[in-house]
DNA sequence: CGGCCTCGAGTTCC
DNA sequence: CTCGAGGCCG
């Protein structure tokens, strides 16, 4: 028996799927499963070299794109930053600085630089004397990808400054993006070769950036604009307009929309203006950067999370388009949360096809009167997220009535309520088949016991196949199970239940995110996780207890006591443990590096240091002390002479330090 | 008690 | 990404 059919078809499917990924920048498919079907192919020709042929994907360097890249982790995080809708919000955003800089005792006016907002790819540039080094995207903000050789063939990156002065380390950032004339001509060209034409030219440059081979990035036409330096050593800068002028003085190239502006209202006007020029700029742009000036400033400013609190984004209002509302339906979330969405006759909006959108409930739906029937306003949201934004009255066709929420829960028809005060309709039943899916769904995901190989698709299969019903079920699938599913092959069965397999050892803040408790997100349950170390401490809590964890208070310690109380909640939670899933917290994570906070400490007997010294040192490691021993001591410092706290600790299986313990506790955590 | 900030939850596209 | 809401600080 020949496997020549089953090679053409993956080579098919990989050809197809990376179409997708690298010219539309809109991937068919998870990287894992392109890996799995990519490794099958290499695979079949490993086994008959016959089947290789010229054109195969396998041969291809580094077809598997999702680790072609190296990460790279920025020397300073690349910030994001708050929006400005309108000019209300600029306003107020000049109005916080003002109460800022006040508060810091800073009563100059503030000035402020106004940057064209390019709509391209956000990247870092490293030079080391003067040379290029390298460059990465700016992923995560964090630690982005190493796109550096294709970096080089962007015609506009200086390789180096010419300046035999240069600073031994500049990391800039800048905007790589595609002239809309280049973009145009380069799509005639491949009209003109019977090549697909590309959609928009922010999703080229995207792709393009990210090619394996840099002579394909050679060959698109990218440009950069440069609008900030991350970190340099030995120059400071009094504000941000003189470190622009330095990168332009070296080659980097800066946007020429860019002014200086002693009042809000020069701001307001110029975002006017730059709207005005967008549509005949010569590449595209998103709104107006805004940012305080003086360097000094921004660091009275600082930030917050991740938006500096001394730089907005007006944006320009999104582009709209119209269309049908073909119909409103509603889904039953994991917590219960029935989440209405609009169908809609399919229209481009922004590059995209859009099919759908949320309505989020039933206030926002009356809010915007929209109903099933009308001709609706669609927007992306940060031009991603697409949205409705509201009827277009005059379009109303006769006798459309307004929506109304079910009564009955479209998944298990039990009556639906709306508690006071809240927004959303809910369905109460813990065992609606809806809210089991979800909560399955959620229990496989990345932040959870991420589960690879086992999708949103197979999990509702093998729901719906009466298979799995709750998340520790998924523990007793076996590859036999799996491989009776038609589509599904050895390999993947295998695949998928070894990483089942492999999910037991999440670490317990994972796992105790994945069940789903109400209002316990991946932080909540990564605090909690620290703080009572092991299920059986947690079930055992009270809501008093619970609430101690840092950033819980009684709305949420209510909910995961009564979480924990729910008959069918515990026998999940026994059954998982029997299963081999781990509920406890490894003995590295209690001793990681600055990981005591939120780890609570009760101290006993004589010690060679003074007790408020120790004390201090826990709680500037982040530790917190508490007077008396509890199921929720982390651990009892046991000096010389302890008593009765000694012994509680040990009947309660508190962990117990001794003085050396915890000195070498705190320097493991410094 | 009010205002800010952080977190949770649900989400769209292919 | 965005909205809503819980938590906490002043």
Redesign the pocket.
């Known amino acids: 028996m020949s496997d020549a059919p089953r090679a053409a078809e993956l080579r098919e499917l990989l050809r197809r799927h990376n179409h ?1 990924y690298h010219v ?1 920048d ?4 998870d990287d894992a499963t392109y890996d799995l079907l990519l490794r099958e192919l290499q695979s079949l020709e490993e086994a008959d070299p016959a089947l290789r042929t010229a054109d195969s994907p396998t041969q291809r360097v580094g077809a598997a794109a999702s680790t072609a890249f190296a990460e790279i982790a920025h020397l300073q995080p690349m910030l ?1 930053l708050a ?1 400005a ?1 309108d000019i209300d919000e600029l306003v107020a955003f000049h109005e ?1 600085v003002v ?2 800089l006040a508060a810091a005792g800073i009563d100059e006016p503030p000035t402020y630089v106004t940057e064209a907002k390019i709509d391209g790819l956000a990247i870092s540039l490293l030079y080391r004397d003067g040379v290029f080094e390298r460059g990465a995207t700016r992923g995560n903000g964090e630690v982005g990808e190493d796109v550096t050789a294709n970096l080089r063939t962007v015609r506009t990156l200086p390789l180096s400054f010419g300046d035999p002065q240069a600073p031994t380390l500049v990391e800039v950032r800048g905007e790589i993006y595609i002239p809309r004339a280049a973009f145009d001509r380069m799509n005639d060209e491949r009209a003109a070769h019977g090549l697909p034409v590309y959609m928009n030219p922010r999703n080229t440059a995207a792709g393009s950036l990210r090619q394996i081979d840099p002579r394909q990035t050679a060959t698109r036409p990218l440009a950069l604009w440069c609008y900030a330096v991350g970190v340099l050593d030995g120059v400071a800068f009094a504000s941000h307009h003189e470190a622009l002028a330095w990168l332009g003085a070296r080659g980097l190239p800066i946007n020429p929309l860019t002014a200086v502006h002693r009042s809000i209202e020069s701001v307001v006007a110029e975002c006017a203006r730059i709207g005005e020029l967008r549509p005949s700029l010569p590449y595209d742009i998103d709104g107006v950067v805004v940012k305080v000036d003086a360097i000094a400033m921004q660091q009275a400013l600082g930030s ?2 991740r ?1 500096p ?1 001394w730089a907005v984004a007006f ?1 320009f209002p999104a582009t709209t388009r119209t269309t049908r509302l073909l119909d409103i339906r509603v ?7 029935l ?4 169908v ?1 006759e ?1 229209v481009e909006v922004g590059g ?7 309505l ?2 039933e ?2 739906i009356h809010r915007k009167d929209v109903r099933v029937g009308d001709t609706v306003i669609v927007q992306r ?7 409705v934004v509201g009827p277009v009255l005059d379009l109303r066709p006769d006798g459309a009535v307004p929506f109304a929420m079910p009564e009955r829960c479209p998944a298990c028809s039990e009556p639906i309520v709306k508690p006071d ?4 309709h809910r369905c109460l039943n813990l065992r609606c088949p809806s809210r089991g899916l ?1 909560l399955l769904r ?1 229990f496989v995901s990345r932040g959870a016991l991420d589960i690879e190989g086992v999708g949103d698709k197979l999990v509702a299969r093998l729901f719906e196949l009466g298979l799995i019903a709750r998340p520790s079920d998924l523990y007793r699938i076996t590859q036999e199970q799996l491989e009776g599913l038609d589509g599904f092959k050895e390999r993947s069965a295998a695949n998928a239940v070894a990483s089942i397999a492999a999910s037991r050892g999440r670490p317990f803040g994972r796992v105790l ?1 994945g069940l ?12 909690v996780a620290r703080h009572f170390g092991t299920v059986d401490r947690l079930a055992a809590a009270s809501a008093q207890e619970v ?1 101690d ?11 995961v006591v009564g979480w924990f109380a729910d008959a069918d909640n515990a026998a999940l939670v026994a059954d998982l443990v029997a299963l081999g899933v781990n509920l406890e917290l490894g003995a590295d994570e209690r001793l990681a590096v600055g990981h005591l906070t939120g780890t609570a400490f009760v101290i006993t007997g004589t010690l060679s240091v003074p007790r408020a010294e120790l004390e201090a040192r826990i709680v500037a490691a982040g530790g917190k002390i508490a007077g008396s021993v509890s199921a929720c001591t982390d651990y009892l410092v046991a000096g010389e002479a302890a008593g009765s706290k000694l012994a509680k600790a040990t009947r309660l299986g508190v962990a117990v330090l001794d003085e050396a313990g915890i000195v070498q506790l705190l320097a493991a955590s410094a």
């Open positions: 997708a539309l809109q991937p068919t498919v994001s929006n809708r916080r109460r800022l917050v999370g938006d609190r944006k889904n039953v979330g994991r917590t219960g949360a989440n209405p969405y609009a809609l399919a995209v096809t859009v099919r759908m959108a949320t989020h409930n206030e926002d949201a940060g031009d991603v997220i697409p949205q005060g809240e927004v959303q979800e959620h995110f789903g408790i109400p209002h316990v997100g991946e932080v909540i349950a990564q605090a609430a964890v840092e950033g819980v208070g009684s709305v949420i310690a209510e909910a």
